[in-house]
């Protein structure tokens, strides 16, 4: 029986195409104005190698090393700039100058759905492989959060897909995983981990050409959606 519902933050609380978009303008732009011209090719490629060693970074499991500091010095390697310089770019460009965008592309719904999910008695948490507390604050979404987890987290210290972080949700909760609902919006990421410890899972968005997900999960199309679905008995508390 459901009594909780973790959510995804990234593409899931918000729509990241748009805010992709508004960065890009603020990007080139900020950058122009602000420093010479030369040196935007240089950040460009430093925001893209850490992204692209992110990605790569999912299939280590649960390294020795801490993920916190393995995401900066494999990306500056990448790009072949300092530690420091690359951690500066990403921390600026990456954490902090998109916040103020995030109220702009939360997700229609969302702050109704997590009210009555709390007015209901559910618990709420928020699991992602970024820092997730600003951006909760930022949305106005934190206070019926009760968890807030993020994959570089020492306790943590594994990307999606590996199921470390449901894990740690389950046991602050209390909670066998089949007592949690675990929402997101890439099934190939979200409901693969999910499906490891048995955790059930909601993937908001139209499916794709190529959605054919072995992993198990039902499509939603909207956060209202999945209110729908949990009110209906669908997933009963």
């Known amino acids: 029986?459901?009594?909780?519902?973790?959510?995804?933050?990234?593409?899931?609380?918000?729509?990241?195409?748009?805010?992709?978009?508004?960065?890009?303008?603020?990007?080139?732009?900020?950058?122009?104005?602000?420093?010479?011209?030369?040196?935007?090719?240089?950040?460009?490629r430093m925001l893209s190698a850490f992204r692209r060693?992110?990605?790569?970074?999912?299939?280590?499991?649960?390294?020795?090393e801490p993920l916190a500091r393995l995401q900066y010095t494999r990306a500056a390697e990448r790009a072949r700039v300092g530690v420091g310089d690359m951690q500066a770019a990403v921390e600026e460009w990456i954490y902090r100058r998109p916040l103020k965008y995030l109220p702009r592309?939360?997700?229609?719904?969302?702050?109704?759905?997590?009210?009555?999910l709390s007015a209901r008695g559910f618990r709420i948490g928020a699991f992602s492989d970024y820092p997730v507390t600003a951006k909760l604050d930022a949305m106005g979404l934190r206070t019926p959060i009760s968890l807030e987890l993020d994959a570089t987290s020492e306790r943590v210290n594994a990307f999606k897909p590996h199921p470390r972080g449901l894990e740690v949700a389950c046991e602050v909760w209390r909670l066998a995983p089949s007592d949690v609902l675990y929402v997101g919006d890439r099934a190939e990421i979200d409901a693969r981990g999910a499906a490891v410890i048995g955790m059930p899972c909601a993937i908001l968005g139209s499916p794709g050409a190529s959605d054919t997900s072995p992993w198990p999960h039902v499509r939603l199309r909207g956060m209202r959606d999945l209110l729908v679905y949990i009110e209906r008995g669908e997933v009963s508390r």
């Open 53 to 64: 060693v992110r990605e790569e970074l999912r299939d280590l499991g649960r390294p020795a």
């Open 1 to 44: 029986m459901i009594q909780a519902v973790l959510f995804d933050v990234d593409g899931t609380l918000y729509h990241q195409g748009p805010l992709r978009i508004l960065m890009a303008g603020e990007l080139a732009a900020g950058a122009w104005i602000r420093d010479a011209p030369w040196r935007v090719p240089r950040l460009w």
């Open 105 to 116: 592309v939360v997700r229609g719904g969302t702050a109704e759905v997590l009210s009555r």
